[in-house]
């Protein structure tokens, strides 16, 4: 499957559960959540392919600004559910 010119191992059928609660910490901001996450899954730090996501999912001038939670503001609900679509092909 290709995503605005991201291949991806995901295929059309594949099923995921986005929450309707944002679960993330407030505090990170959308790059510094998907480093992390390479971090978690024992995946080498690679911030270029961490960008080119970021860029493919329309979430580069995001990349900045943290995720916001009830005490900071942060990313919309729309914005929010491209971060974690984006988490997938992280």
């Given at each position: 499957m290709e995503i605005n010119d991201l291949q991806t191992t995901l295929s059309p059928s594949t099923i995921v559960y986005i929450?309707?609660?944002?679960?993330?910490?407030?505090?990170?901001?959308?790059r510094q959540y998907m480093l992390h996450y390479q971090a978690l899954a024992g995946l080498p730090r690679d911030v270029d392919k961490v960008d080119k996501i970021l860029e493919a999912f329309g979430l580069a001038d995001h990349a900045d600004v943290k995720i916001g939670d009830v005490f900071r503001k942060g990313l919309s609900g729309e914005v929010m559910r491209m971060h974690y679509t984006a988490f997938l092909h992280n």
């Open positions: 929450p309707q609660r944002d679960v993330l910490h407030g505090f990170f901001t959308t």
